[in-house]
């Protein structure tokens, strides 16, 4: 009776180490992950600073600059029909 209580007692701080074991690495999991949400919260606050910014920059831009802006995108796109028609024939 004695050695089967001494066997139990033996798997449960077996059972305890395995049990501690793996909330220490869950542990560490969680704050690693808990630094890359921190990361990622950081690039998201940055990314929508720089569009609120070229969104700024565009409202600001004289409508001359935006019809030059325009011409040279048409100017681009016909470029690149025409680079399309020649591979084609």
Do not use: H, W
Not at 15 to 43: F, H, I, M, P, T
Not at 68 to 79: T, Y
């Amino acid at each position: 009776m004695l050695e089967g209580i001494r066997t139990n007692i033996e798997r449960l701080i077996a059972l305890y180490e395995k049990q501690k074991k793996r909330s220490d690495e869950l542990s560490l999991a969680l704050g690693q992950k808990e630094v890359e949400l921190e990361n990622c919260r950081r690039q998201i606050a940055d990314l929508k600073r720089e569009v609120a910014g070229l969104q700024l920059s565009g409202a600001f831009a004289s409508p001359a600059v935006q019809a030059d802006s325009k011409e040279r995108l048409r100017k681009l796109v016909a470029e690149i029909d025409r680079c399309i028609e020649l591979l084609e024939s």
